[in-house]
């Protein structure tokens, strides 16, 4: 089971803004750790979105946005497009365990 | 560019063990710690644990102990995972990940190790 909650599935239409919320507790999120979203397209590697909360790594168009507030983080995309279907996971770090901790992951489908 | 290379998928029998390694480029080898990730077929991400390059001194998360082993060999910049006595639930991809440090994430994936555990 994972440690960070997020819904199991989301859509919008092209062009559309959706978000994706990562709910955790006063060990992870709320304790400060950092929050990183990741991009995984069918059949490949993982690909970091969003590190340190609200960064885009060089290359992320800036349709993609990340937030954090008290113990819950959220993805936001804008301009919603067909190559954005993919799962994203969110990750933190869980400061009482010791560990790095994943959310269940979300399944985008553009419409 | 910074890349990790994993090893090629594996088809191991129960009880046997396998080796998966993860060969960095175009970085500093002990500018980063090496990280595992699972994913079982249709699954989420697991952490399974890392390794620090500079010392070799590894970190197992809670559910990856025991016949789990994380190693080096910085002389080939490679870091290795070791799983022994397989089980059929061990079935996964295996990803090795870069981890330079907060605030920076898991910014390099290695392209995933495929290991099939059946008789």
């Known amino acids: 089971q994972s440690v960070l909650t997020q819904p199991p599935s989301v859509s919008g239409a092209p062009g559309q803004r959706v978000t994706i919320s990562c709910s955790g507790t006063s060990s992870d999120i709320g304790a400060g750790h950092d929050v990183h979203w990741y991009q995984q397209l069918p059949g490949t590697a993982p690909k970091l979105l969003i590190n340190?909360?609200?960064n885009r790594p060089s290359g992320v168009p800036d349709r993609f946005s990340g937030s954090t507030s008290g113990t819950s983080a959220s993805l936001a995309i804008t301009g919603l497009q067909a190559e954005d279907e993919a799962d994203y996971f969110c990750q933190s770090y869980d400061g009482s365990l010791g560990e790095v901790i994943f959310g269940g992951g979300t399944k985008l489908t553009v419409l | 560019q910074v890349q990790l290379v994993q090893s090629g998928s594996e088809w191991k029998k129960p009880g046997a063990s396998v080796k998966v390694s993860c060969k960095a480029s175009?970085?500093?080898?002990?500018?980063?710690?090496i990280n595992w990730v699972r994913q079982a077929p249709g699954q989420g991400l697991e952490w399974m644990g890392w390794?620090?390059?500079?010392?070799?001194?590894?970190g197992n998360a809670r559910g990856f102990t025991g016949r789990f082993v994380f190693s080096l060999d910085t002389s080939v910049r490679t870091a290795y995972l070791q799983i022994s006595s397989l089980k059929a639930e061990d079935s996964a991809i295996y990803y090795c990940t870069r981890d330079r440090g907060s605030p920076a994430g898991f910014d390099s994936w290695g392209q995933g190790t495929l290991v099939t555990v059946s008789s």
């Open positions: 175009g970085y500093t080898f002990t500018g980063a710690s």
């Open positions: 340190g909360h609200t």
């Open positions: 390794i620090n390059t500079k010392t070799g001194n590894p």
